[in-house]
């Protein structure tokens, strides 16, 4: 197999990210490409729960991920030998998220006909990522147990933009003090429209849940095109 | 017990933030306040770290904990109710980190005449807080088991900057896939000087070992006063 692509990203020469976001929106929407932006704190488990999300949708939809980190490329290999499907890491130089322009850097690097859904996976980063509309098209986040059931009160930007919540790790909870009505609780607190879905991305429990949303967005957001 | 004091930080005026850092240690050296900013991912078990921390050296030295986050005041209460010190809560309004004068503003709030120790809790995240020399005399780390062994590869700029790696939740290691050699072969691969330091803060097992660490580091930076 070649070697994955190693892009590296550079500051947004675009001072408005917010208008930057919606152009970027409206060019994937023309060319029929759904973007989903993946966030969590570092070691939250995004990578594992692509992997199982993209083998139970890759026969219906064309993926491919862009996995953006401050180094290394392990991510973006682990996906494709685990998946088969296209996948380039996005190096950051240090920056600790990713903004429509930066995305846009990704995004050019991919045959962009070719693809159905691109999943970006952000910087692992509870704060910074959540400021930037990176012109997805939904916003995920993956809340691991061990993290605790009080993160959506510490990191309220976090959650109050995000679409879904899918809580990881849920084989460990008898180790763990998580309370999941409790965590459910403080992201209503945050945002009472985010879906929450339990998952164990380890063994695959729940992750056809997470699938499932992502697929019946898609499907809808073709129909609006 | 009175309400533990909230501060809501401002925005830094000082451009140059590195010798803004250097004078706050020279005044912090002057005063006999030994300084320790304790950084880690969200949920690594900071605040369960430093009450057992706390609860052993509190008899030998007078100590002070600033807990930063974004929002909420459960950290500061929680310390103080664990450990009976003084405890004060910074708010930095969305800001993901902490600089010089951000922590200045903090100190300004303590009586520092009365303290030999104050440990700053820094927002949880392992990429900005590791850009920012806060004036701190060491930078501690806590990465936690389920964050996975390659922390230190994703997230170069914290673990070269850290002085000591504490690595937390040692008690559920059979139930991840990480290697402790492994993980500290990747943090020497960052900081060949840094000394790791395995506990598990929820039991106490190993705390001893990182509350002498910090001992010996106040009373040798006490002696080169």
Redesign the interface.
């Known amino acids: 197999m070649d070697e994955v692509k190693v892009i590296e990203i550079k500051r947004s020469v675009f001072a408005e990210n917010d208008r930057d976001a919606d152009v970027l929106r409206k060019e994937l929407k023309e060319k029929g490409v759904y973007l989903l932006n993946l966030m969590s ?3 939250s488990g995004k990578t594992t729960t692509l992997i199982r999300t993209v083998n139970l949708l890759k026969d219906r939809f064309r993926i491919a991920v862009m996995e953006a ?4 490329d ?1 991510d973006a290999v682990k996906i494709r030998e685990a998946t088969g499907i296209e996948s380039i890491q996005l190096h950051t130089g ?1 920056m ?1 998220h990713l903004d429509a322009g930066m995305t846009r850097q990704g995004l050019d690097n991919l045959h962009l006909e070719d693809f159905d859904l691109v999943v970006l996976e952000n ?6 990522p959540a ?1 930037f509309d990176t012109g997805s098209c939904r916003n995920a986040i993956i809340l ?1 147990v ?3 059931d ?2 959506p ?5 976090m959650f109050s933009v995000c679409d879904v919540v899918v809580i990881n ?1 849920t ?2 909870m008898p ?2 003090d998580f309370d999941l009505e409790k965590c459910k609780e403080h992201i209503r607190m945050r945002n009472p429209k985010a879906k929450v879905i339990p998952i164990c991305a380890r063994t695959g429990e729940g992750v056809e849940a997470f699938a499932d949303w992502l697929a019946e967005e898609i499907t809808n957001w073709k129909q609006t095109r």
């Open positions: 704190s570092p070691g980190d401050i180094d290394g392990v240090g600790c910087v692992g980063n509870l704060v910074c400021e691991s061990p993290e605790g009080d993160k009160l510490k990191y309220p930007l790790k084989d460990v180790y763990f």
